[in-house]
Every structure is written in C-alpha cells, then in structure tokens.
C-alpha cells in the first residue's frame, strides 16, 4: 500500500492488516505504551472542509507515533490564492513525508500524491471516506467479532459514506442492504463494483426492506458540506428515511447503530435511538484515531 485514496484500492487482507494494527495501537494506547516508530517524520494535513473528529484524531495520532503535525488550511496555502495544485504538491513533497487532505474532488487526493511523491491519505472527499469506513469495520469487529454472516444496512444519501461502506462491508465479508432515495444512489463506479459480489448486496429505495434482518444499521446527514444549497429539497427527499425505534423492530434483536458523526438528530436519526447506541458510535469515533495511526504506520514504517 502507497497510498490510501479509496477503499476500492485496497485488498481484503490490507483492510484486515490495518485492522489488526489497530486493534494492537488501541491496547498499547490503553496501557500507556509508546514507542515513537515515526520519530523525526512529518505530516502535513490540508484542509479545504471543515472538520473536528479528522483534524483531531489525526492531530494526536501523528504526535503519538513520535512525528510532528502541520495543520495547513486552504487559506494558509497558496492554491487559495490560485496556485496550481501540482506546484503546491512538488513543493510540499519537499517538505513533508506523507500528507492527509480532506477535500472535494477525489482527483485532488490523487493528483497530489502524483506530484508530491509522498504517501497520501484521503481525509475525506465527495467520493470515498475510507478512514471513517475502517473505523467503522474495526468497530463492528469489536462488538460484533467477525465480518461473515453480518448484515450491514445503510438508510440515507448515497453519498462518500454510503460508497466506502459498501466497499469495505463486501470485501470484508459482510452482506450490504441499501436503502436510498432514487435521486440519491450510490455512485455508479461503486455499484459496478457490487456486481462482484453476486447475492451480496441489494439497493431499494425503502428503508424497511432495507433494515430487515439487518445486524449493524448505519446513517449519515442528509446535506453535506457543499450542499447548503440543496438542504430544503433534501429534507423533502429522506423525510422517510429517519432511524426510529419502530424502523429498527425490523433489524435483528442485538442490532448495533453506527453514524461517523456530526449527527442531526431528529432527521436521520431520533434522540431516542442515538443515545440508545451512543456506546457504539463514540467507540466508532475514537476508533478514527486507531485506524489512522495503523495507516499512517503502513505507509511510513
């Protein structure tokens, strides 16, 4: 692995590899064990999307492995003023060992590990979160212990979520049901994809179909960020598709509720039903910081 741009790139045994350093990080950070393997390197994080949970965990993660964080936001960096991309990647890569970014267009990721010759992870883009979607693996593994035989179920916007879940929960193993509006699909690359994994997956536009049998149950917001514009036509869209108690009566007893977080409770899920499965989503959120120390790892050890 030299990059991590999507989890389309990656081999079932990588994302268990990653997994399984995860889990080793999460015990050694438990037991306050640190061994600085990354001693003397430097990351630089770009951000062109706001964040909390990306910034941060990747933050503390850079330091705990011993190398040292440069946060850069997109007004701190020349490309806000008009800089070509593939000059500020030349340059940074001069600099830097290995950089996250968190931005839009997913050409951006690759275009940057292209120039800079430095290892790239993907933060977050409009079309993959593959970060996220391991943390919520490693999560799943936890409580749940195995991938075969599971039901993962995804009710809301096809959007970067909705594709790395898919990506990750099939490789992995796992059945995927999807439930979606039909303006709001998964990405057409990813239900390519699908096509590997025949029996595997299923795509209706009714969150009942959707949750039945299901064994872990995730949503994401209805309006990401670049989609302000859209938050009145999308309201509209998934009034339908909110994760009440009465929805989840259809899911298996011992369901588990993920969401990567922020959550817009009242909209894609009740109050009720988050703070019902708050032990799984905020176990999800601080498996963020272990998925990306084991990746970072990967790339730079």
């Known amino acids: ?11 079932k045994e990588e994302i268990i590899d990653i997994l399984d350093l995860a889990d080793q990080l999460k015990y050694e950070r438990k037991h306050n064990i640190y061994s600085n393997p990354l001693q003397g390197k430097n990351i630089g994080m770009i951000f062109e999307k706001a964040s909390t949970r990306t910034r941060v965990s990747f933050e503390v993660g850079i330091g705990e492995l011993g190398a040292r964080p440069l946060f850069l936001s997109s007004s701190d960096l020349q490309i ?6 593939i000059d500020t990647a030349r ?3 001069r ?3 290995a950089i996250m970014i968190r931005t839009f267009d997913q050409s951006t990721v690759e275009d940057l590990a292209k120039y800079s010759k430095v290892p790239v992870i993907n933060g977050l883009t409009d079309f993959a979160h593959p970060c996220q979607v391991l943390a919520d693996l490693m999560t799943i593994r936890e409580f749940k212990v195995r991938f075969d035989d599971l039901t993962l179920c995804y009710i809301g916007d096809g959007n970067n979520m909705c594709n790395s879940l898919i990506v990750g929960a099939l490789k992995v193993g796992m059945n995927v049901s999807i439930a979606t509006p039909k303006e709001y699909e998964p990405h057409g690359d990813v239900l390519e994809f699908t096509k ?3 029996g595997k ?3 209706v536009h009714e969150p009942e179909k959707a949750v039945d049998s299901a064994d872990i149950i995730v949503t994401d917001v209805w309006t990401s960020m670049g989609q302000e514009s859209e938050k009145v036509k999308r309201e509209m869209a998934f009034k339908d598709y909110c994760l009440t108690s009465n929805l989840l009566k259809l899911a298996n007893p011992n369901y588990i509720v993920l969401h990567c977080l922020p959550a817009h409770r009242g909209e894609e899920i009740t109050d009720e039903v988050f703070e019902n499965n708050a032990e799984f989503i905020f176990e999800e959120a601080e498996n963020r910081l272990h998925v990306q120390k084991a990746v970072m790892l990967k790339l730079l050890k």
């Open 95 to 97: 600099y830097l060992d």
């Open 91 to 93: 340059v940074l890569g």
């Open 201 to 203: 997956f299923s795509l």
């Open 196 to 198: 590997l994994y025949p």
């Open 80 to 85: 806000g003023r008009g800089e070509p991309l």
């Open 1 to 11: 692995m030299k990059n991590l741009f999507k989890l389309l790139d990656l081999t």
